[in-house]
């Protein structure tokens, strides 16, 4: 199952600012998101939940240090299930 992928303006923003940094991180990056987009909880992309101020949230890996914070919701118009990018960066950007 394909679940649209929804970018928050700050996801947005610290992509490109993540990418500007290590811009050979950007094909790693894409990879994890179609991977999001198909099996959020693909062994390969080591999702798991988040606690603390990050309680139900997940995170999944698309490099050695570098994290994508999401939450997968429900579009009310559609009813189908999403994929909400919350976050990216390195893991103690993110946590």
């Not at 992309?45 to 429900?74: M, P, Q, V």
Request: proline share 2%.
């Amino acid at each position: 199952m394909n679940r649209p992928l929804v970018l928050t303006p700050k996801f947005k923003r610290a992509y490109r600012k993540f990418i500007r940094r290590d811009n050979r991180l950007q094909a790693r990056i894409e990879e994890a998101l179609r991977g999001l987009q198909v099996d959020a909880f693909a062994s390969d992309l080591g999702t798991h939940k988040l606690s603390g101020n990050l309680l139900g949230l997940w995170a999944c890996s698309c490099g050695y240090d570098c994290r994508i914070i999401f939450s997968l919701e429900t579009d009310h118009s559609t009813g189908e299930e999403i994929v909400l990018l919350l976050d990216i960066g390195t893991h103690d950007e993110v946590y």
